[in-house]
Nanobody, 123 residues
Framework: QVQLVESGGGLVQAGGSLRLSCAASGRTSSAYGMGWFRRAPGKERELVAAISRSMSSTYYADSVKGRFTISRDNAKNTVYLQMDSLKPEDTAVYYC????????????????WGQGTQVTVAS
């Protein structure tokens, strides 16, 4: 089992940047495929980005391609989401999640979730 704690959220102006971090404890995060999700008010949870155990594969939602970058440091048991050129529509609670699958983009295959961190982008 793994516990996930997100950090790095906050208020930023449109066009700005934030870097989210997800610290894993318990079983090493390198055993899991990892993903970042978000849920905006009134909307369904959305997979934003995913990265494989080996870091050889990544996925990005069309809405964030070219602006967000997912990475991981398995030695530090940490996954990152670098968010650049932020837009007001990126405002949401962002969640880190871990899957026992080596790499997956299916929401239902993520087994462990963090509590979330709020990102607010002001226009």
């Amino acid at each position: 089992q793994v516990q996930l704690v997100e950090s790095g959220g906050g208020l930023v102006q449109a066009g700005g940047s934030l870097r989210l971090s997800c610290a894993a404890s318990g079983r090493t995060s390198s055993a899991y495929g990892m993903g970042w999700f978000r849920r905006a008010p009134g909307k369904e949870r959305e997979l934003v980005a995913a990265i494989s155990r080996s870091m050889s594969s990544t996925y990005y939602a069309d809405s964030v391609k070219g602006r967000f970058t997912i990475s991981r440091d398995n030695a530090k048991n940490t996954v990152y989401l670098q968010m650049d050129s932020l837009k007001p529509e990126d405002t949401a609670v962002y969640y880190c999640a871990a899957s026992i699958a080596p790499f997956t983009v299916k929401v239902g295959t993520y087994n462990y979730w963090g509590q979330g961190t709020q990102v607010t982008v002001a226009s």
